[in-house]
């Protein structure tokens, strides 16, 4: 984690793109917060945003289509108290600047314009990744040429695969963020992302694998390492073994979760529970349980935005504070919330760098970077060969949480049955449900394989969607339910 | 030039604005191209534990085109309609129409189907609500919440949403329609407390085109508190096989994920467990499934769809037997068929009511699962296999019996329709899919 000055270089950059175009300096700043502060509010921020992004997909052999978005904009926030008034404009301007604050405003009555100069001071950041722009980072030609051979890997390994999708998608956006304590903030965020689907036929049954990766870089990292082919050889692989799979069981077993990506688990069923507006509120099944034992003492969890590279990192989050690594779980108790500032102004607690928010048309909230569980000591063959009949699950799709009951669930893509410790046939996929606050007590072996996901997650909350990572060492988790059909 | 002169301006319309991206795509070389241009602005303002919390004011436009070169097609978006960002975007379109692969199914909607005279749908009725009234509506509702019964004790609040917004869909070989509509919701979401540390939240909502269709406040205010205390005891049953019944806001993800499996790209990708079953019986043969577009008011209607092709009344399924797909003109193309002016997606599809309500298929079933909210996203669109997590209620003698959690249900869906027993009258028309609760013969109950 190192501070160093490419920080203020994007700070520069960001009033560059964003702010001279509208000839907005510190005085427009100073004039718009005028607008807000004095009626009775405690706090308000400027999001400023400037994005560019791209998708190119292929099918049948082909890509046929792509698609550029750009976007700009400016959402105005005002707090008082508990309550929020927000308000934004796609014109960075100031005529538009001005009238968003007048609406954002009118959530507290009365009080009177102020003249304010805030003693404007950068707010400081981490370098995580750099302000590379993927979109130029290949030629078009080359985009194309890239999924081209990702769908040639794909057919090459098996005469079974019949249909190879693959999307290629890019963007750079730029923040800053002004605050009404005078802190200013920017980053300049790339973001890539490479997926592959396969349909794979045999005797008339077809099933599906999916694989995919990218981070906070440029397109060079799918050409580093074979890593785009391997993405193809993954979903192959996946696809392979489903064509072969027997219907999953159902009823409440042990099961063994691999490394990586099984980390949605986490996710789910302790991360969304943890996020510091439902604790305030409530309506968390955690509310008022910090210092609780809900773990089991092998389990210690963090939320850490600070990895270099990674799809859930940020320099700095979308409040301006700088992002950390926080403790959740501290050997089976539980520590932190996660947190974004009026969240943790509210609960007298410190901001954790997780205010984040979809773009500038949307409201800040608490929301996860990267979750993951640290590595214990065993080693995952010891793990599958402790259990006599449960469920070895390797592969997600999406889960989903009810933060009142606590109940979530997430849904296997590939699994395996265990028998007397060892890997057996595979299972068709099979949605699992568990209770958050208690599904950790029941972990009853950690590994020593902790492993991060490739950088395909993307949380949704409230509707907005935030790109995230997640990981995990194998799991032994004595008491989950398995969805199968199989009595 | 300044470009605060163009804010002070009358704002071009949007036909204009679709026109201008037009013409500019003619001139970059296009053979054809479309437009879709949207504007609109909302009100949202939340009161929880009758305090305001949140006022949010939505103001959204935005701008995407695709052009076509022949065969080769590109698209691109924005959300800036100044003179320059309109033209970057066009050319960043064309751009890429230069590295996509010649598509022989890509293009425009055969102009014979397009539609030519546009019905008012009466869509459009903006509703001019202060912040002032905005409050007091949520306030009363959240009330309603509060004093209906005292195990409701805390909140996520009421909110009550606005919006009204004009979309105009234009293309290079002459269709120009506009569309306006408005929206608006009241909801509200409350946790009660069983007083052993437990807790449940349930919902309720209302979603209209016109403010004078929504119920009073206070009555989805006493909704919600009843869809949540009725959910407190909850525990897990054991695993077993049963008769599933959906109430009618969850057997409405039934007929998408039908949706999701006969449109055209899971077809044309085989990627779907309904590849070639048109003409096939999916249903027990008193099934009737239909689109309606032109219904007055409704959620779901357009008078065309996201080509210009004129929308009308359609049979999905008729005596069981799956008739047709969802199809737009490039997957139709594709195919070998013709659109069946689906390109965005289905408009009031409906499953024609049966006659029992919500009472007489409980009574119907007699023993099994009642499920009222599904988690997850467990669906398998090719090969049917479906597991997703429940709530719900455990039903013996055709009543209730206690409310069910941390459960699984699961079998695969092609088994699911045919074992379609019984469709309530209680039609739920906050959507465009629209249907009563679904009573199902068997699923695999996943618990303890």
């Known amino acids: ?487 | 030039m300044d470009a605060t002169i163009t804010t002070h301006k009358r704002a071009p319309s949007l036909e204009d604005l679709a026109a201008q991206a037009l013409d500019l795509a003619r001139r970059q070389g296009a053979s054809a191209a479309e437009v879709n241009a949207g504007f609109g602005n909302g009100l949202s303002v939340t009161v929880r534990k009758g305090d305001v919390e949140t006022v949010e004011h939505h103001r959204d436009k935005s701008l995407s085109i695709t052009v076509f070169f022949g065969e080769r097609s590109g698209s691109a978006s924005t959300a800036d309609f100044r003179g320059q960002a309109l033209s970057e975007a066009v050319m960043a379109a064309c751009a890429i129409a230069r590295h996509t692969a010649a598509d022989p199914f890509n293009g425009l909607a055969d102009p014979a189907h397009l539609a030519r005279d546009i019905p008012d749908l009466d869509l459009h009725h903006p509703w001019p609500l202060s912040m002032e009234e905005a409050i007091d509506l949520a306030t009363r509702c959240e009330a309603a919440a509060f004093a209906a019964d005292p195990r409701i004790r805390n909140s996520e609040g009421a909110t009550i949403t606005t919006h009204d917004g004009t979309d105009v869909y234009a293309t290079s070989h002459g269709f120009l329609g506009t569309v306006r509509a408005s929206r608006h919701g009241l909801s509200c979401a409350v946790l009660g407390d069983d007083g052993h540390g437990a807790m449940q939240r349930d919902y309720e909502y209302a979603a209209v085109r016109d403010p004078r269709d929504l119920p009073a406040a206070e009555e989805i205010g006493r909704r919600a508190a009843h869809r949540t205390v009725r959910r407190l005891g909850a525990r897990q049953i054991k695993t077993c096989q049963v008769p599933v019944l959906y109430e009618a806001q969850v057997a409405r993800s039934l007929v998408s994920h039908l949706v999701s499996a006969i449109s055209g790209p899971s077809l044309y990708r085989r990627s779907s467990f309904l590849v070639d079953s048109v003409d096939t019986a999916l249903f027990p043969e008193w099934v009737h499934l239909y689109e309606e577009p032109h219904r007055k008011k409704a959620m779901g209607s357009a008078p065309f769809d996201g080509e210009g092709v004129e929308t009308r009344y359609r049979d999905l399924v008729t005596d069981g037997i799956l008739r047709r797909y969802c199809l737009d003109s490039y997957a139709a193309r594709k195919l070998g068929l013709v659109t069946t002016a689906n390109a965005g997606g289905v408009h009031n599809l409906t499953v024609a009511p049966g006659a029992e309500d919500l009472a007489g298929l409980l009574r119907t079933m007699g023993r099994g699962l009642f499920v009222t909210e599904l988690i997850g996203f467990g669906i398998n669109n090719v090969t049917g296999d479906y597991s997703r997590g429940a709530a719900g209620f455990w039903v013996e003698g055709g009543e209730i019996v206690h409310p069910v959690e941390e459960i699984t249900i699961a079998s695969n869906l092609r088994d699911m329709y045919k074992g379609l027993v019984a469709v309530g009258r209680d039609v739920d028309t906050r959507h465009n899919v629209c249907t009563g609760s679904w009573l199902l013969e068997r699923m695999t109950v996943a618990g303890g």
């Open chain 1, 1 to 487: 984690m190192t501070t160093d000055n490419s920080h203020s270089r994007n700070l520069e950059r960001a009033r560059e793109s964003l702010l001279v175009p509208a000839g907005i300096g510190a005085g427009e700043i100073d004039q718009v917060m005028g607008r807000m502060l004095g009626h009775h509010i405690d706090y308000a921020d400027l999001y400023f945003q400037y994005s560019r992004q791209e998708s190119w997909s292929l099918e049948e052999g082909q890509v046929k289509s792509g698609n550029r978005h750009i976007e700009q904009g400016v959402g105005v926030r005002a707090i008082a108290g508990e309550k929020t008034g927000f308000a934004y404009s796609d014109e960075i301007m100031l005529p538009a600047l001005i009238d968003a604050a007048t609406a954002a405003r009118a959530i507290a009555r009365g009080g009177r314009e102020q003249t304010v100069a805030l003693a404007k001071r950068d707010g400081g950041a981490l370098s995580l990744y750099q302000p590379l722009d993927p979109l130029h980072s290949l030629e078009d030609t080359a985009k194309v040429a890239l999924l081209e051979r990702v769908e040639q890997e794909a057919r090459r390994i098996d005469p079974r695969v019949k249909q190879v999708m693959a999307s290629l998608g890019g963007s750079q956006e730029t923040i800053l963020v002004v605050r009404s304590d005078g802190v200013m903030a920017a980053d300049v965020r790339p973001l890539v992302r490479l997926n592959v689907t396969v349909i794979v036929e045999q005797d008339g049954r077809r099933e599906h694998g999916t694989a995919g990766g990218g981070g906070r870089t440029d397109y060079g990292y799918f050409l580093t390492e074979e890593r785009a082919l391997s993405y193809a050889r993954e979903a192959v692989r996946q696809a392979l073994v489903n064509l072969e799979a027997a219907s999953a069981p159902a009823g409440t077993m042990q099961v063994v979760l691999g490394p990586g990506w099984p980390g949605i688990l986490l996710h789910e069923a302790i991360g969304h529970g943890l996020e510091g507006d439902f604790n305030r509120k409530g309506t968390s099944a955690f509310a008022g349980r910090l210092g609780d034992k809900i773990a089991a003492d092998t389990c210690t969890v963090v939320d850490d935005g600070t990895l270099p590279g990674r799809r859930g990192s940020l320099n700095v989050d979308d409040e301006g504070t700088p992002t950390q690594s926080t403790i959740l779980i501290e050997r089976g108790v539980l520590r932190g919330y996660i947190q974004d500032r009026m969240n943790a102004r509210l609960m007298g607690m410190s901001p954790t760098g997780n205010g984040r928010r979809e773009s500038y048309a949307h409201l800040p909230m608490p929301r996860m970077t990267n979750t993951y569980m640290l590595a214990g000591q065993t080693p995952p063959e010891e793990i599958i060969a402790s259990v006599k009949k449960g469920l070895y699950a390797v592969n997600f799709g999406g889960g989903q949480v009810d933060i009142t009951s606590g109940k979530f669930v997430f849904s296997a893509s590939e699994a395996y049955l265990i028998e007397q410790g060892r890997i057996g046939r595979p299972v068709r996929g099979a949605t699992i449900i568990g209770n958050g606050p208690d599904v950790l007590t029941r972990v009853a072996m950690v590994g020593n394989d902790l492993a991060l996901d490739t950088g395909v997650g993307t949380c949704g909350k409230d509707g907005q969607s935030v790109p995230v990572g997640v990981g995990q060492p194998t799991l032994r988790i004595d008491g989950l339910t398995v969805g199968g059909t199989e009595e």
